[in-house]
T-cell receptor
Framework: QQQVKQSPQSLIVQKGGIPIINCAYE??????FPWYQQFPGKGPALLIA?????SEKKEGRFTISFNKSAKQFSLHIMDSQPGDSATYFC???????????FGTGTRLKVLA | DVKVTQSSRYLVKRTGEKVFLECVQD?????MFWYRQDPGLGLRLIYF???????EKGDIPEGYSVSREKKERFSLILESASTNQTSMYLC???????????FGNGTRLTVT
């Protein structure tokens, strides 16, 4: 119930492609869904986040789509660039509990 | 910008040694966290602290303890290091409620 399942484990796309990373959860008490981006040798950094009262959020080339009934959310990267090559983690938390549950990560490689 | 600083990037210790991992944050955040990152397992919470001298166990606390004597500093202690504790350790901090996690760049610990 506390898991967040992330797929795929790895992804290779051509420059300009639209990689999509998917996450699914069971616990309906989760109310905050962030995505983190991690470059080699660095800690994860917040990329974009969404709450379940909206179905989509865009920030630049990054979009989160949220399907509350299916308990799924996904990250889309528009016009992907080689500089987007990184590991992406989805996460979920329950407000006030300080505790985040992370997905297992997706290693993205964007080919030039 | 929030800065979370971990004292060591790389650490090599012997089995049975007592190991201290130190973390300092400069944003007066209430919450601090220690995660462990392993390939295919994502980020798993070891311990977190929501106030000075307060701590709570995360998902994998066995073999670890923590100390928070000052608000800005959170230490992870491996009482008797074992080879299965070889991993990347990430410290993070956050403000109140569902505010984002800010991560340090990690300490890669090898126990031989």
């Amino acid at each position: 119930q506390q898991q967040v399942k992330q797929s795929p484990q790895s992804l290779i796309v051509q420059k300009g492609g639209i990689p999509i990373i998917n996450c699914a959860y069971e616990n309906t008490a989760f109310d905050y869904f962030p995505w983190y981006q991690q470059f080699p040798g660095k800690g994860p950094a917040l990329l974009i986040a969404i709450r379940p009262d909206v179905s989509e959020k865009k920030e630049g080339r990054f979009t989160i789509s949220f399907n509350k009934s299916a308990k799924q959310f996904s990250l889309h990267i528009m016009d992907s660039q080689p500089g987007d090559s990184a590991t992406y983690f989805c996460a979920a938390s329950i407000g006030g509990t300080y505790k985040y549950i992370f997905g297992t990560g997706t290693r993205l490689k964007v080919l030039a | 910008d929030v800065k979370v600083t971990q004292s060591s990037r790389y650490l090599v210790k012997r089995t049975g040694e007592k190991v201290f991992l130190e973390c300092v944050q400069d944003m007066d955040h209430e919450n601090m966290f220690w995660y462990r990152q392993d390939p295919g397992l994502g980020l798993r919470l070891i311990y977190f602290s929501y106030d000075v001298k307060m701590k709570e166990k995360g998902d994998i606390p066995e073999g670890y303890s923590v100390s928070r004597e000052k608000k800005e500093r959170f230490s992870l202690i491996l009482e008797s290091a074992s080879t299965n504790q070889t991993s990347m350790y990430l410290c993070a901090s956050s403000g109140r409620g569902n505010s984002p996690l800010h991560f340090g760049n990690g300490t890669r610990l090898t126990v031989t």
